[in-house]
């Protein structure tokens, strides 16, 4: 595989993390709206689900994988339509999404802050230092 390709990789892979973090998400509810029996229509608006919905973990999660990987989803088209995919841009894109896998999973299941910040901070850095050299380094052509 070339440098191309695997950067598309970590790209679907981050979009393979959001489908699975929204499957969570979608069973989760589906299972508490039964349980509890409410109807669809009840939780029709954030501000009603938050009467409801007493764990919003999940779908916190979700929401975040639409936040700081927006960044990393442009840098990415970005690359590829300027022909310019260095490998220590795929090798960062991977540190990212892993940052952001295990983001998810302390999100989604003991959620401690502190460690959950510790891991976006990591991310947050990988995506300023990716986004930083790309536009050196393609400036630098």
């Known amino acids: 595989m070339n440098a191309t390709q695997l950067l598309v990789l970590a790209c679907a892979s981050q ?19 039964k349980k509890i029996r409410l109807h669809p229509q009840a ?3 954030s501000a009603d689900r938050l009467k409801h919905y007493k764990d919003s973990r999940i779908s916190d999660n979700y929401n975040h994988l639409f936040e700081l990987p ?11 339509i ?9 090798i960062l894109a991977w540190g990212f999404v892993i940052s952001r ?20 901070v990591l991310g947050l850095i990988l995506m300023v230092v990716m986004w930083l050299g790309f536009v050196v380094s393609y400036l630098s052509l």
């Open 82 to 90: 300027c022909q310019h995919v260095p490998i220590w841009l795929v």
């Open 43 to 45: 939780v029709a608006l």
């Open 15 to 33: 979009v393979v993390l959001t489908l699975i973090v929204c499957l969570a998400m979608l069973v989760h509810r589906i299972r508490l709206m």
């Open 101 to 120: 896998v295990v983001h998810s999973c302390i999100q989604c299941s003991y959620n401690r802050v502190t460690h959950r910040f510790t891991v976006f």
């Open 70 to 80: 927006v960044l990393f989803y442009v840098l990415c088209i970005v690359a590829i």
